[in-house]
Each structure stands twice: as structure tokens, then as C-alpha cells.
């Protein structure tokens, strides 16, 4: 199969063209090596296209509302326009759950609202991702570099890179799945059990309370998760409480 994968070099996706190259042909679009999603050459002969391309981060969203609206959006519209023949599946985010919450949230509904007038396109309400070697700067990073300052109260179902990549697998090769879909673990953990010493913040008004993805759906597909966070974080010498 000829994948065009937009976002190849970002966190998930650089993961994904690795698995994905063992059996298919793999094209890459990413603004790191200077493609603008929104402007860039878009002219691929593809059989599928697995749309990662965007910016993420609640808090970032906060300061540049107009930034996540223009890779978000508008660079979403513009792949829909491009491939209105193509199967595409592309990532939206739990956050999507309460929009009004922050813009991140808000442009991953948008994204959504786009792709329900293509004719062969899933959405994918991503949850907390996480891998061995931890998204720079965010919560895991921190805890295991000692610069973590503070937990919330929140419950967020961690899932693991990998098993993000086996999702991916099992939805390619069903053609029929429209919509839009969890990809998660179905299990939420309390934030404070895994950081227990460092203190509370209480007051968090642009995030989420408490995720928790369903999926029935993937596990129909035969997708079962194989990493826990429970077994991530005794592999660093952490234990949840």
C-alpha cells in the first residue's frame, strides 16, 4: 500500500513510518523539514493517508489561539480538499470530548467537523500518549527528570506509543470505519498515585477532569494493549501508590 503520512517526523508519527515501512511504501510530509501542511506539494498517488500533522498542547493553545487554528484547521481542510477520493484517517484528541475548554480542544472538534463530509475518513480521539523515552517536557519527562513541580487531581488513560501503532495497524486494514473512534486503553489512573510527593494544584479550568477512552470498538479488531503504566513506571524504578 502507498501511505502518505503527514507529521512523519513528530513524536507519534516517527514511530508509525517505522512500523509502517516494513510492509508499505511510506511518503512523509513534516513542517520540520520545511513542508507547511498548509502550502505545501500535495500531488501523492496514495492509496491511504494517516494525517498527523498538527500542533498540540493545551497550555501552548492558551497563548496562540490563531496558531492551532491555522495548523489544525486549516492545514486539515486543505488534506481533505486535496485527497476527497482518498481514505483518510486522522488524529483528533480526547480533548475533543469539552471543546470550549482551551483552542486545542476546539480546533480537534473542527478537525472532526471536516471529516464528516468526507466520504471515507475516521477520526481518532487520541489519548495520553506516552513511550520509553517520554515526550520532551511533558508530565513523564519531568517526573523522571526530577523537574516535575506539581500533580493535579485529573484521571488520564495513558496509552503507550506501541500500542498507539498497533491501533493504527488494526484500522488500516479495516477499509469500512467511518466516523470517529477512542484510541486509549480503557483504563484511567489517578495522577497523584504516581507522583504522590510533589504538591497539588487545584485549580485547572482548561483541562479535562477525568478521560477514559472507549474501546470496544478496536478490541473487535482484535487490539489489546500491551503496555500498562503500572509496568512503565517499575521498569524506572517508580511504583504507583
Request: aromatic content about 10%.
Amino acid at each position: 500500500m502507498n501511505i502518505l503520512l503527514t507529521g512523519h517526523c513528530g513524536f507519534d508519527g516517527s514511530q508509525l513510518k517505522r512500523v509502517l515501512e516494513k510492509n508499505h511504501t511510506v511518503y512523509g510530509i513534516d513542517i520540520i523539514e520545511g513542508q507547511d501542511i498548509n502550502n505545501c506539494n500535495l500531488d501523492y498517488e496514495v492509496d491511504l493517508v494517516i494525517h498527523l500533522a498538527g500542533k498540540s498542547g493545551v497550555r501552548q493553545s492558551l497563548k496562540l489561539p490563531g496558531e492551532y487554528w491555522y495548523h489544525n484547521v486549516e492545514g486539515t481542510r486543505r488534506i481533505f480538499e486535496a485527497f476527497k477520493n482518498t481514505r483518510i484517517i486522522y488524529a483528533s484528541s480526547s480533548s475533543a470530548y469539552e471543546p470550549h475548554l482551551n483552542p486545542y480542544a476546539s480546533s480537534k472538534l473542527m478537525t472532526e467537523f471536516i471529516g464528516q463530509n468526507h466520504p471515507n475518513a475516521l477520526g481518532i480521539r487520541l489519548h495520553t500518549v506516552y513511550s520509553d523515552v517520554p515526550r520532551k517536557d511533558m508530565f513523564f519527562d519531568k517526573l523522571l527528570n526530577g523537574s516535575l513541580e506539581y500533580a493535579t487531581r485529573h484521571y488520564r488513560d495513558f496509552i503507550h506509543l506501541d500500542d498507539v501503532c498497533s491501533a493504527f495497524l488494526h484500522l488500516i486494514e479495516n477499509t469500512n470505519q467511518t466516523g470517529v473512534i477512542d484510541v486509549g486503553t480503557g483504563v484511567s489512573v489517578y495522577i497523584p498515585s504516581i507522583a504522590p510527593n510533589v504538591k497539588i494544584k487545584e485549580h485547572t479550568p482548561h483541562e479535562r477532569t477525568h478521560t477514559k477512552a472507549d474501546i470496544k470498538f478496536l478490541t473487535s479488531l482484535g487490539f489489546k494493549p500491551k503496555h500498562t503504566v503500572e509496568k512503565f513506571l517499575a521498569s524506572k524504578g517508580y511504583h504507583l501508590t
